[in-house]
C-alpha cells in the first residue's frame, strides 16, 4: 500500500501510469471476488484506497496548476520535503509521525534546559551588587 507521501513524490505522468495500473489491479480482485477465487478480501480496500491517493494527489496538482503554484508550494509536498530532509538528517529510511513528535520534544526540552541557567544571573557578587543598588 502506498502512503501519501510515496505518492507525492511521482511526477504526473508516473503517477497516471501507477493510477492505471492500480485500477487494473483492483478490477481484477473484483472479478476474482465475483469468481470466488479471492483470497485476500482486504486487499481490495487497500487498492481502493491507493486508488483514492492518486486521484487525490492528482487533483491537488490541477488545482494548484489553475491557481499558479508550483508543485513544491503545495502543502503536502513541503510536509514531505521537510520529513525526507529530517529523515535523511537524521540517518533513517522511515519515520512516524510518533517518531517526529518525540523527537521535537526532546529538542524543545533540550533547548529549555540549555536557556534556563543563562537567564539567571552568572554570578553571585553580581547578585549582591543589584541588591545593594536597591
Known amino acids: ?4 507521501a510515496e505518492i507525492s513524490e511521482f511526477d504526473t505522468e508516473e503517477l497516471e501510469r501507477q493510477l492505471g ?10 472479478f476474482q471476488l465475483a469468481t470466488g477465487q479471492l483470497d485476500n ?25 489553475a491557481e499558479g503554484l508550483a508543485l513544491d ?6 510536509a514531505a520535503a521537510r520529513r525526507r530532509d529530517e529523515d ?3 540517518g533513517r529510511d522511515k519515520s512516524t509521525a510518533s517518531e517526529r513528535r518525540a523527537a521535537a520534544r526532546a529538542e524543545d526540552e533540550e533547548r529549555s534546559a540549555a536557556e ?7 554570578d553571585d557578587d553580581a547578585a549582591e551588587d543589584a541588591e545593594e543598588g536597591n
Open 41 to 65: 478480501f482486504s486487499r481490495m480496500s487497500h487498492v481502493r484506497k491507493d486508488v483514492a491517493r492518486m486521484l487525490t494527489e492528482l487533483r491537488n496538482r490541477e488545482i494548484a496548476e
Open 88 to 90: 535523511e538528517a537524521k
Open 21 to 30: 495500473e492500480t485500477r487494473r489491479e483492483l478490477f481484477n480482485l473484483r
Open 1 to 4: 500500500m502506498a502512503t501519501a
Open 73 to 78: 508550494q503545495l502543502p503536502a509536498h513541503k
Open 116 to 122: 534556563a541557567p543563562a537567564t539567571e544571573p552568572a
